[in-house]
């Protein structure tokens, strides 16, 4: 299926809507103006259009193996990582001290939203490799950083990340994964690890795992855990890969969707690991990486709604049923109302994505302690809003599609059992929002407040000469503002039975905000209608969305799990 890169909406997003000027003003990003902004997103959306869609069915089709103890991955997809690779693309943000572009989150993330749009079982392992790069530029000693960051960033050697257990999911705290001290600034690694996505592969050197571990006698809970870097292959002294490690897949998931990604069960069995930080630092480093993976997933969500959209409208273009005023069935209002939807919630999310990586870049470029404070309240929002949203746009792409939508070979399918999994991992959609109304109100709100007044001063400025888009953009900056009040002064129990709709609601007036700013921008083209839409017939779904928010508690604990079994 072709997928077109939406350079034109994103040049508006970045230019009209989110600001990415700043960024491109700060000393440490001058050299990312308009030019390489250009350039970036020109080669990377030809190299997702040419090179990375035609293997995204391919994977499907043809899932990862595990064969005698190696994984083997579908056709095409080796040629399709070393044209990443090649690109630059691995780690475009990576410092260039190491071999890194050195260019602004912003752009990483839009160009990681195009991968995923073009392949998103594939992108998830480039994906690991740039979170577990940036968890060693911030954490690792310099001898780690000068063996490994070149060969990841080039991408020669792949990165993962490893957190979760049987019994260690949410609960990372949990795990029992222990790190025995050799005496000789190594580490004994033993334990099982679960999910581990891109575990292994064979297109790349090495793997090399960023496992949490905790060492004996180490506090229980999230405190005692250690951070460890536990490569396959153990680097020789000239840094290539030498003896095998003690660590090995024990099996290959069979999931839902992303069947070309290997999702591995790993046993780690006495393996040499380092230590990537302080002991008992390491969820604080985990956290660099989770972060970072947290946007890119959000951008995992946008990239599917983009695919499924474009594929849903050339759908709608050829399908005749009935009579319409276009001859085929987008002339249908209930169509159109379909594909509007899709357009303007991939719109919204795209949005939101890209503000929260502007916030990353400014908080990266001026140490501004208000920039750190949007970048971590936006963070849990482009996260949860952008895979919820590749999950509804998709739903609605099989919708669009008819009975052809259930049936595999359109491809319709598929992206919605793809990208189901990314409201999953990375911190379930749930937890991002504990963690919007928890850590990130704790502030008294103030990064909440501060971005509502900048909602609302944008509304009231064109209030006057565009009131039907303005005012109902200012009214429902309010509406979540009073809420954001309530929940600030409700005990933080008590905010959780509220948390989904709380986000969701914020979601959904940043959306009012972003498409009022495309619209002032554009007042006569496809983006004021499009505006128009999402504000008359999404946004209004703030209010009950604020109401449940606002709700307490007890009306959902009062059913006792004896009560729904009933
Ligand atoms: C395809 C795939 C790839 C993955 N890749 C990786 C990887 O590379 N590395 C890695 O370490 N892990 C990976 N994971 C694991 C993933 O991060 C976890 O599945 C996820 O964190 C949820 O944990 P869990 O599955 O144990 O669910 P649980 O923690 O059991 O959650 C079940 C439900 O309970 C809710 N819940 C749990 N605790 C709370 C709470 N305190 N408050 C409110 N609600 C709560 C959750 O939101 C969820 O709805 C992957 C998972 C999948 C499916």
């Known amino acids: 299926m072709p997928y077109r890169a939406p350079l034109e909406s994103f040049q508006l997003i970045l230019d009209q809507v989110v600001g990415y000027d700043a960024v491109a003003a700060t000393e440490r990003f001058a050299e990312a103006g308009a030019e390489t902004v250009q350039a970036v997103m020109a080669e990377a959306g030809r190299l997702c259009e040419d090179v990375l869609t035609p293997t995204n069915r391919v994977g499907d089709q043809n899932p990862a193996v595990l064969e005698n103890?190696?994984?083997?991955?579908?056709?095409?997809?080796?040629?399709?990582?070393r044209a990443i690779a090649e690109?630059?693309?691995?780690?475009?943000?990576?410092?260039?001290?190491?071999?890194?572009?050195?260019?602004?989150?912003?752009?990483?993330?839009?160009?990681?939203?195009?991968?995923?749009?073009?392949?998103?079982?594939?992108?998830?392992?480039?994906?690991?490799?740039q979170g577990q790069i940036e968890a060693l530029e911030n954490h690792a000693s310099d001898a780690i950083k000068d063996l490994y960051l070149p060969k990841l960033i080039s991408g020669e050697w792949s990165g993962t990340m490893n957190l979760t257990e049987p019994q260690a999911g949410s609960d990372v705290g949990a795990l029992t994964t222990k790190a025995e001290d050799n005496g000789d600034g190594t580490y004994a690694i033993t334990g099982q690890k679960i999910y581990i996505t891109w575990g292994d592969h064979d297109m790349a050197d090495n793997v090399c795992h960023l496992v949490l571990a905790r060492i004996p006698g180490a506090p229980a809970g999230t405190k005692g855990?250690?951070?460890?870097?536990?490569?396959?292959?153990?680097?020789?002294?000239?840094?290539?890969?030498?003896?095998?490690?003690?660590?090995?897949?024990?099996?290959?998931?069979?999931?839902?969707?992303?069947?070309?990604?290997?999702?591995?069960?790993?046993?780690?069995?006495?393996?040499?690991?380092?230590?990537?930080?302080?002991?008992?630092?390491?969820?604080?480093?985990?956290?660099?990486?989770?972060?970072?993976?947290?946007?890119?997933?959000?951008?995992?969500?946008?990239?599917?709604?983009?695919?499924?959209t474009?594929?849903?409208?050339?759908?709608?273009?050829?399908?005749?049923?009935?009579?319409?005023?276009?001859?085929?069935?987008?002339?249908?209002?209930?169509?159109?109302?379909?594909?509007?939807?899709?357009?303007?919630?991939?719109f919204t999310a795209r949005s939101i994505a890209l503000a929260?990586?502007?916030?990353?870049?400014?908080?990266?470029?001026?140490?501004?302690?208000?920039?750190?404070?949007?970048?971590?309240?936006?963070?849990?929002?482009?996260?949860?809003?952008?895979t919820d949203t590749g999950i509804a746009v998709s739903q609605l792409g099989i919708q669009v599609h008819g009975g052809m939508g259930y049936i595999e070979e359109t491809g319709a399918a598929q992206f919605l059992r793809d990208v189901r999994v990314t409201a999953i991992y990375e911190g379930t959609n749930g937890i991002q929002a504990m963690d919007l109304v928890g850590r990130k109100l704790a502030d008294g709100g103030e990064a909440a407040f501060a971005l509502l007044d900048e909602i609302e001063e944008c509304a009231e400025s064109v209030r006057h000469d565009h009131p039907m888009l303005a005012e109902p953009v200012w009214q429902a900056a309010e509406t979540l503002r009073e809420?954001?009040?309530?929940?600030?002064?409700?005990?933080?129990?008590?905010?959780?039975?509220?948390?989904?709709?709380?986000?969701?609601?914020?979601?959904r007036v940043l959306g009012g905000y972003f498409h009022l700013k495309a619209a002032m921008a554009r007042p006569d083209g496809p983006e004021a209608r499009l505006a128009a839409f999402y504000i008359t017939r999404l946004l209004p779904e703030h209010t009950g969305l604020c109401a449940q928010a606002r709700a307490k508690s007890d009306t959902v604990m009062a059913l006792s799990p004896e009560d729904l079994a009933a």
Not at 70 to 79: H, L, S
Not at 100 to 115: D, F, Q, R, S
Not at 246 to 267: D, F, I, N
Not at 362 to 385: C, H, N, S, V, Y
Request: aromatic content about 6%; proline content about 5%; some cysteine.
């Open 69 to 81: 103890g190696v994984v083997r991955t579908p056709p095409g997809f080796a040629d399709a990582y």
């Open 87 to 129: 690109g630059g693309w691995v780690s475009s943000s990576a410092d260039p001290e190491h071999g890194g572009m050195g260019l602004p989150i912003t752009l990483t993330t839009a160009v990681n939203e195009m991968m995923s749009a073009a392949n998103m079982a594939l992108q998830t392992g480039t994906l690991m490799t």
């Open 225 to 308: 855990i250690s951070l460890f870097l536990v490569p396959k292959f153990i680097p020789d002294e000239a840094g290539n890969p030498g003896e095998r490690n003690g660590l090995r897949v024990v099996s290959l998931e069979k999931k839902m969707g992303t069947h070309g990604c290997p999702t591995c069960v790993m046993s780690y069995e006495g393996a040499t690991g380092w230590l990537v930080g302080a002991e008992q630092g390491g969820i604080k480093a985990m956290f660099t990486m989770m972060n970072n993976a947290r946007l890119g997933v959000g951008a995992q969500g946008v990239g599917v709604a983009e695919a499924a």
């Open 310 to 346: 474009q594929a849903a409208i050339a759908w709608a273009a050829e399908r005749k049923q009935g009579k319409s005023s276009t001859g085929t069935i987008d002339g249908h209002a209930d169509v159109r109302r379909m594909l509007a939807e899709m357009r303007a919630e991939t």
């Open 356 to 386: 929260c990586a502007v916030a990353i870049d400014m908080q990266t470029a001026t140490g501004d302690a208000e920039w750190a404070a949007r970048a971590a309240l936006l963070t849990p929002i482009a996260k949860a809003f952008g």
């Open 483 to 507: 809420t954001t009040e309530a929940l600030v002064a409700r005990d933080p129990a008590d905010r959780q039975a509220g948390a989904v709709p709380f986000l969701r609601a914020f979601a």
